[in-house]
């Protein structure tokens, strides 16, 4: 079977197809200015990405496959350099056509040939055809018409886009994509990429549609081009989503605007706030009118304008601009929603008449989009402000005009904006203001009635809309305080107003600007502006005025807008806390007695946790946080990649758990979440790959571990241990720089059960953090029970104890010393531990029959942390708790004798708890292992198992002797002498007596000796097991026994703690066999590794011929089985053996299927051959070759070879 030809001097392919597209996509990160434009101005966004057409219309869709691999070939051949050099699109022009005309962003016009202009003809060639002189550009949108307002208006905005200058590194194959049904429409689809650079430097996966998200429904079939489909409705209902918007703010030290990468809290709490609300007019469309510019500007710098919080409508780019630009504003309002467009790198506002926000304090943002196009309420969040809650200021600018499609889009709007705010901030206190255009004189809508300007039903709908605003507790700011003191709207005579035109902020009658963009004819005052609250206990008025009233200059009565502007000041109070009777019950329930200890000096502690290692030595702190940053750098790799043509993965890092915390210890691993936008088994492959090339700088895989809570990696950087585990949850990455501050009810929190409880430790995190008191005193107190649990053998959360997550969380609740009083008189059996100041009622958790033991976190779902725990374990922890409290509370206890007891003496290579523990007991059960396999993780694979399976004989052994105390000890021994061995030996020690209370049964030789049977029966039992289990235990490397011992038994073997790693380091590459193309590159890479000393592969001393891609061996399989005009009974595959070397196999016997026992990963293919040639003897002709890159099957590579 021949491959696709290869030269351009093959059969011509037709290029008339408008349903594929040859195109240059620019980066994504580059595309946020150019999208906020189309998603407004053009017709094709939701269907088509912002991309350079360079053929379109492009082949039919039964071609691409030959298309694409011919354009592969010929640019393969013809681009020698590895950089295709820089695309820059920073020209703006329109394309006019009869009713309206596009607007369009290009490169500037060069004689020279650019590299737009060489893909072109490249491709044209290869697919036989002469190139053509061709306009390159970048649709931005459509004017509304021809006119030289609406042309200008458009273009404007294009100019003030940031340059588009970007690298290609791909050619994009897009696909025209049908829908039927009620709401038929068409849309770009990705099919396929042509590499530019170089082959495989970027894949499908890591190209989002992103553009597909914002679909637009609609019969029309949309062109960026503009040439074969015609505008859609404008009318077109606009559907987009709640946008979360980065705050700029002004850098001093750049003197430029910049965004905000963080909002952060702050302790300074003022004790009162002042929001200011102005619509400052728009003249016209274009051009910009600036003769009002600067008596605004005075305006808003005045006292009676000045405000904490200024929320200003009808903003222009010119006006922003200028206003953000001047010195003495920027100085008052240091932080805004929006940037000054005429700095280069701050693209446009979306429309002619904005909503901006301007602030003295900090806060984050978002949009939220009404169904009309250009109109949205902005709300921003500022969670520096209050005692408690955030506080919530929304600005708005509703829909203009007194017709019944206005005021029912009035209605919408408004109704849209109140339901976001209930649902997303129901406990916040809020602020909205802005120009709600609601006509409130009953003069004019009694004459729109009678002139049958709107409808009976609207009259209706007015009301109603009143009646809205005045819902879930929203006051009016004007009409509240007008109670106490009049305002100064109210200055004009009260006998020439009608009902509804005291307080009117838009004013014909005395406003010249007014009277001149009124709509009526009746020119009636309306109070359009309004300040509304919901005070929430927090918030209380206690002044409300206007400005920029209309004053006398020279006789000439001067306005600076057609609105007036209007202040509402507030206090501010803490609220208070009322309690439902459920929660002041579980308060009660879970008082906490606190306990005073005065003899025992902190000092003295931080010395003798010092003695211990419980806190890092500085080089060790530095070195983990080396390490931490070097592992980031590895995992996040798109974000360090200079050519931002390779589309990144939005990632993101964290670290949970002890490190995160500021606990950790020497021997603590640093726990590491990853959260993307990709699937787990996407982002594991991915990131294998991007750790083995970096083992060279220290990093290591261990193992890979499968859980029921998805995968981690166990991982070794620069010898710190680390784990590594990750998160699919696309719109946390998204929204990551405000999730710190995400309440619980946010609906980006509706994610599967799995997302959520590998976002659970974090997000526990972020409240324990938040929460805390002194985090220090927390810290010291961790250290301490850390310390003391691991000398009484009691800290491991494996083995059904107390762990890092559960100290974290039983301490949050109560400090040292109270903890060991607390915990040691706490009803297990019945209550459960959790935070009753973060859940205001007893949580909903079901608890099993195996779990004696409950200690939940904060953030859903509920999950047990001492899932793990058994019944004799939490007596034994019952009891170490009651003997440190009791201990604690002698009066001449000090620190230095609570953790070394006067007397005692350890075991050489042993601490005081394991000493003890070996002398303690008079019978043990001794479960010993032995491994004398090659490869880290499988010994580590055979430790963690064993240790998974020790606490099922301990349960097994409670439930048969319920008098005897089981203890299991929580760390491996070995024999002192096995560090000079080349085998591993290990060992888990289990005690055995009877407690204290128990009765004297079986004190005749006959009892002793059936208890001693049953004994021996349940760790035969246990043993039959864990040898039975083939997928975890390995006869031919490694032994397993378990056994009765005595305490002589044990203390002539001469134990010491085993700290080894089980194995020697060997990176292990194990993908699934289909994906083999990806690490086919690695081979070269991992030529440096440290080897094991095995049998070496035989290494090809010839030459590749040739550089062509080669076909998969997974493809020539598939051909192979599945031909009819083969037989798959005539060829052997030759394999990689990781210990044998070159092995071979018939093609009938290669297993596919990853659970069978005899599956070998398809990257380790060789070569396939025929099983016998001509003669029959036995050395069959190849006809795959991955070294010599040889492929007679479909003529890839090198072909058949020189």
Known sequence: MAGFPETSTSHPIAVASYDTALCVLPPIDQCEHIDNLRELYDKAYGRWPAHVNLIYPFVALEHLPEARQRIQTQLQRKVESSRTGSVVLNSAGLFKQRHNSTAIIQEPREPSEGPLEKLRSLALQALGHKPKPHNFHLTIGQTEDNSMSSLEFLLSKVRLLPTLDFEIGFLAILVRERTSGELSADRMRLWGLVDVVSPGTVTMAQIPEYWLKNSLASSANADPDGSRYEMSDSTTAFSRAIQPVRTFFFDETLGLWSRMTKVGRSSNRPSSLTVSSYNVLVDSEYPPVRDRDHLLISTLQSDSAKADILILQEVSDDFLSFLLNNAEFRNQYPYASHGPPSQPDIGPLPSLRNVVIVSKWLFRWELVPFQRKHKGAVVAVFDTIMPSDSLVVAGVHLTCGLTDSSVAAKKVQAQSMITHLAHRYSNSPWVIAGDFDIATSAKTIHHALQNKSISSQTNNTLAALEDLLSEDGLLDAWSTYRDEQPCEADDVDGDELFEGEQGATFDPMNNVLAAATSGTSQNRPQRYDRILFRPREVLSITAFNMFGLPADLNGTNIVPSDHYGVKASFQLSRPIESLSPDHRKILNNLKVELQHVPHLITQNLVSILSKHCMFLAKEENTRRQLAYALLEKVVLEDAHI?????????????????????????????????????????????????????????????????????????????????????????????????????????????????????????????????????????????????????????????????????????????????????????????????????????????????????????????????????????????????????????????????????????????????????????????????????????????????????????????????????????????????????????????????????????????????????????????????????????????????????????????????????????????????????????????????????????????????????????????????????????????????????????????????????????????????????????????????????????????????
């Open 642 to 1202: 200079k050519d931002k043509n390779i589309a990144g993965i939005p990632l993101v890092m964290v670290a949970v758990g002890s490190y995160a915390m500021k606990v950790d210890t020497s021997d603590s691993d640093i726990d590491c979440l990853c959260i993307g936008t990709i699937s787990s088994k996407t982002f594991f492959k991915l990131v294998r790959q991007r750790l083995q090339k970096a083992e060279n700088q220290g990093v290591r895989i261990l193992r890979k571990v499968e859980a029921s809570t998805g995968t981690m990696l166990e991982l070794s950087v620069n010898g710190v241990p680390m784990d590594l585990q990750y998160c699919p949850a696309t719109q946390v990455v998204e929204r990551w720089f405000e999730f710190e501050d995400l309440p619980a009810s946010d609906p980006i929190f509706n994610l599967s059960i799995l997302s959520l409880r590998k976002l659970k430790p974090y997000r526990d995190l972020l409240y324990i953090q938040r929460t805390t008191p002194d985090l220090a005193t927390f810290s010291l107190a961790y250290r301490c029970i850390k310390l003391w649990a691991s000398q009484r053998g009691i800290y491991s959360s494996k083995f059904g104890f107390l762990g890092g997550v559960h100290i974290t969380l039983m301490l949050s609740w109560v400090y040292k010393p109270t903890f060991f009083h607390y915990y040691a008189n706490f009803n297990w059996a019945d209550d459960m531990v959790y935070d009753a100041f973060f859940h205001k009622q007893k949580p909903r958790y079901h608890r099993t029959a195996r779990e004696p033991m409950v200690v939940l976190g904060f953030h859903a779902p509920n999950s047990n942390v001492a899932h793990n725990s058994t019944l004799p374990g939490l007596s034994l922890l019952i009891q170490e708790f009651k003997a440190a409290s009791l201990r604690l509370s002698e009066p001449d206890m000090t620190w230095q004798d609570f953790f070394e007891p006067p007397g005692m003496h350890s075991f050489t290579g042993m601490g005081i708890g394991e000493t003890q523990f070996l002398q303690l007991y008079m019978s043990y059960v001794s479960i010993d292992i032995q491994f004398w396999g090659r490869t880290l993780a499988k010994g580590k694979s055979l430790v963690g198992w064993v240790e998974s399976r020790c606490l099922s004989l301990v349960v097994d052994i409670n439930k048969l002797f319920p008098n005897i105390e089981v203890r299991l000890w929580p760390a491996r021994f070995t024999d002192a002498d096995s560090a000079i061995t080349h085998d591993y030996h290990g060992c888990y020690l289990i005690g055995l007596q009877k407690f204290a209370t128990a009765p004297l049964g079986a004190s005749k030789a006959d009892e002793r000796r059936a208890a001693k049977q049953t004994m021996e029966k349940a760790i035969d039992r246990f043993l039959t097991q864990l040898r039975t289990d083939e997928k975890n235990y390995d006869a031919s490397t490694s032994w397993i026994n378990a056994s009765l011992a005595t305490k002589q038994d044990i203390q002539t073997r001469k134990f010491r703690l085993d700290d080894r790693e089980w194995g020697d380091y060997a990176m292990e590459i194990e993908p699934d066999s289909d994906d083999e193309e990806g690490l086919d590159d690695l081979d070269d890479e991992d030529a440096d590794l440290s080897k094991l000393p095995v049998r070496s592969k035989p290494v090809s001393t010839s030459k590749p011929v040739s550089t062509t891609k080669l076909r998969p061996s997974s493809d020539v399989l598939n051909r192979l089985r599945w031909d009819p005009k083969l037989d798959p009974a005539n060829y052997i595959i030759g394999y990689e053996d990781r210990f044998l070397g070159t092995r071979e196999t018939s093609l009938e016997k290669w297993k596919t299927e990853q659970t069978d026992e005899e599956f070998i990963p398809q990257h380790r293919i060789l070569y396939f051959r025929r099983k016998f040639n001509d003669e029959g003897d036995g050395k069959g002709e190849l006809i795959w070759e991955r070294a010599t890159r040889i492929d007679k099957m479909f003529g890839s590579g090198a072909g058949a070879g020189a």
